[in-house]
């Protein structure tokens, strides 16, 4: 377990941007805006009602956020010891804004794909639902920090089944309407 635990904590603020949108689904409802304004392609939406301007700005925040937490607590030896970046030398709002806003603009891309394929909201389309926000937050953060291949296919396994496990607590919690 230990040796996953670099990837899980190097993650944090991409799967915290991604569940931003279900923390705050009752509350700043003035920015409950759908980003596609309603707006059809064939007919279609283009992304649906759930996908909001209140999603991606809250999300953003809570990226900033836990990476702020991430630098805080750099200077504790264990958490040295399992971080892959130095949180030191990072422009904490820059890579905030990267992993949060990549984490969202991969959950909008797979949205846009489900809806062309008349796959409902809040309908599940296996691998898509649980990883896209990931591919997402890793292209976005890719800009500023080299990836490398071990990382990425050490982060999808675990990013699936965390998001699968995170998914379904929090629909029995009654956190989300659906499993996915």
Request: charged share 15%; no cysteine.
């Amino acid at each position: 377990m230990l040796t996953i635990l670099p990837y899980i904590w190097f993650m944090l603020p991409i799967y915290f941007a991604n569940m931003a949108p279900v923390f705050v689904k009752d509350y700043f409802n003035k920015l409950a805006i759908p980003i596609d304004l309603g707006k059809k392609i064939n007919n279609k939406r283009i992304f649906g009602n759930n996908k909001t301007y209140r999603g991606i700005i809250l999300g953003i925040i809570f990226s900033i956020i836990i990476i702020s937490f991430q630098k805080e607590l750099y200077s504790i030896k264990f958490i040295k010891s399992i971080s892959l970046v130095n949180y030191i030398n990072i422009n904490l709002i820059l890579w905030g804004f990267l992993m949060g806003f990549g984490a969202l603009f991969g959950d909008l891309a797979g949205s846009f794909i489900k809806r062309r394929l008349d796959i409902k909201p809040g309908k599940s389309l296996i691998l898509l639902d649980q990883l896209d926000f990931i591919a997402g937050g890793l292209f976005f953060i890719s800009f500023v920090y080299k990836l490398n291949i071990k990382m990425i296919i050490i982060i999808l396994p675990i990013s699936f089944i965390l998001t699968i496990l995170v998914n379904h607590t929090s629909y029995y919690l009654k956190m989300r309407e659906v499993k996915w």
